[in-house]
C-alpha cells in the first residue's frame, strides 16, 4: 500500500489559495500548485461565502493527488440558510456583545429559520452526524442553533427541541 499525506485545509469555498502551510508541502512533491487551488476553486464554488473542510491527498511515491471536499460546518449553513454574510456577522456580533453587557442581558436576535430549514440543513449534515435519524439529527442542528443569536418558528430553540419530543414535527421528519 502506497504511502499518502492528507493535508486538511479550511478555506472560504471559491476563494482558496496557497498559504504558507500549503504551498511548501505541495511543492516538495512538485504538483502544479496552481492546479490543484483551480480544482479546489472549482469543487468548492457552490459554497461561496462559506468555510469548507477540504482535504488534498497525495500519494508520496506516484505524485498523484485527489481531492475531498467536505460540508460547511452546520453555523455556516444556518449562516447560509438566514443569507447572513460576514460584515452583517460582525455587525450582528457588535450588536449581541452591546446587548450582552446591558442590564437585561438579552441578545439581539440576527435570524429566524422555520423548521423546514433545520430539516433541510440536517439532510446535507446526516452523513457528518451521530444521528440514527432524521428527528436526532434536526435536534443536533437546533442544539446549534442554541448557541447563535438565531430563533426557530420564531421561538428560542430550546423550546422548539421540548416540541419535537413532544411530537409536534413528526410529518416532517417522514422520509
Request: hydrophobic content about 40%.
Amino acid at each position: 500500500m502506497a504511502e499518502k499525506e492528507v493535508i486538511e485545509i479550511l478555506i472560504e469555498g471559491g476563494k482558496a489559495a496557497p498559504g504558507p502551510t500549503t504551498a511548501p508541502k505541495l511543492s516538495a512533491y512538485k504538483l502544479n500548485i496552481g492546479e490543484v487551488f483551480k480544482k479546489i476553486n472549482e469543487m468548492t464554488k457552490e459554497y461561496e461565502g462559506l468555510e469548507v473542510p477540504v482535504k488534498i491527498v497525495v500519494d508520496k511515491k506516484s505524485r498523484e493527488y485527489n481531492i475531498e471536499v467536505g460540508l460547511p460546518p452546520v453555523s455556516s449553513l444556518i449562516k447560509k440558510e438566514l443569507g447572513i454574510k460576514k460584515k452583517e456577522k460582525k455587525e450582528a456580533g457588535a450588536q449581541a456583545a452591546t446587548a450582552a453587557t446591558s442590564e437585561k442581558k438579552e441578545v439581539a436576535i440576527i435570524g429566524n429559520l422555520t423548521m423546514e430549514q433545520c430539516v433541510k440543513i440536517a439532510k446535507m449534515k446526516m452523513k457528518d452526524m451521530l444521528a440514527k435519524d432524521l428527528k436526532s439529527a434536526v435536534k443536533i442542528v437546533l442544539g446549534t442553533v442554541v448557541s447563535m443569536p438565531v430563533t426557530v418558528e420564531g421561538k428560542k430553540p430550546k423550546d422548539v427541541l421540548k416540541e419535537i419530543d413532544e411530537g409536534k414535527y413528526d410529518n416532517l421528519f417522514k422520509s
